[in-house]
């Protein structure tokens, strides 16, 4: 799992593993911890105008 202090939007793939899309810091390829995905996500919003609950 990653461990790099900031995963930047720009910085994570998307790997198929089996079934499953997962996301995967490209500095070190390890798949994002759910901290670090839920900061990606909100990246995404901001970079992208996307609309969430909150
Ligand atoms: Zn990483």
Known sequence: MCNC???HFYDVSFKLQGMTVVPTCK???ESLSDE???KFEKELV???GFDEKD
């Open 27 to 29: 500095n070190c390829g």
């Open 36 to 38: 670090q995905f839920s």
């Open 5 to 7: 202090g900031s995963v």
């Open 46 to 48: 901001k970079h992208w």
